[in-house]
Nanobody, 114 residues
């Protein structure tokens, strides 16, 4: 099993920045990818950014140039979010894909006020 704990959420004004952190513990060997997803009220969960064990990154078009994903070994994954917009408001979930299975954190709320 893999346990994930997110931190760094909160309320921020439009144009501001936040940094999300996710601590992974448990059976973290052979992780294929780590990432961040978000879900806004009434919408489906969507990929925000992901990073493979080799360091390749993928971003949603809506966050390219504003968000940066990074990792520290296989224990931590971060999401630096700059120039936040009200439409970034959502619950953000940390995700790890390992051996064909997805593991999720409980989520952290990000609210961007206009």
């Amino acid at each position: 099993q893999v346990q994930l704990v997110e931190s760094g959420g909160g309320l921020v004004q439009a144009g501001g920045s936040l940094r999300l952190s996710c601590a992974a513990s448990g059976n973290i060997f052979s992780i294929n990818a780590m990432g961040w997803y978000r879900q806004a009220p009434g919408k489906e969960r969507e990929l925000v950014a992901s990073i493979t064990s080799g360091g390749s990154t993928t971003y949603a078009d809506s966050v390219k140039g504003r968000f940066t994903i990074s990792k520290e070994n296989l224990n931590w994954v971060y999401l630096q979010m700059n120039t936040l917009k009200p439409e970034d408001t959502a619950v953000y979930y940390c995700n790890i894909r390992r051996a064909g299975m997805d593991y999720w954190g409980k989520g952290t709320q990000i609210t961007v006020s206009s």
